[in-house]
């Protein structure tokens, strides 16, 4: 079955780094656009980050710009975000999100928390 599940959350202080995983499985990973979301508390999600299907283009929010970067693998079936100078505003669930918009395809992972705080 579909499975996308992110990894690598936690706690950080300000101005820290953290590398978000998410490793997908069931669907030809290959030809899905990748995108990063996060909600934070009392708050609507929000997209941080998309990478077309062959890592070709990539689009962020402007709040994480030259901050964040988001890649991926196709052979290992993951994209990453990494993310850099962390600010207390980042904090939120980051959900990983793969579309294929040509079969109607979408798929959400569980989320993992970020925390930044000192």
């Known amino acids: 079955q579909v499975q996308l599940v992110e990894s690598g959350g936690g706690l950080v202080q300000p101005g820290g780094s953290l590398r978000l995983s998410c490793a997908a499985s069931g669907f030809t990973f290959s030809i899905y656009a990748m995108s990063w979301y996060r909600q934070a508390p009392g708050k609507e999600r929000e997209l941080v980050a998309t990478?077309?299907?062959?890592?070709?283009?990539?689009n962020y929010v402007d709040s994480v710009k030259g901050r964040f970067t988001i890649f991926r693998d196709n052979a290992k079936n993951t994209v990453w975000l990494q993310m850099n100078s962390l600010k207390p505003e980042d904090t939120a669930v980051y959900y990983c999100?793969?579309?294929?918009?040509?079969?109607?395809?979408?798929?959400w992972g569980q989320g993992t928390q970020v925390a930044v705080s000192s």
């Open positions: 999100r793969a579309q294929n918009q040509l079969w109607g395809r979408d798929y």
């Open positions: 990478i077309t299907s062959t890592g070709g283009m990539k």
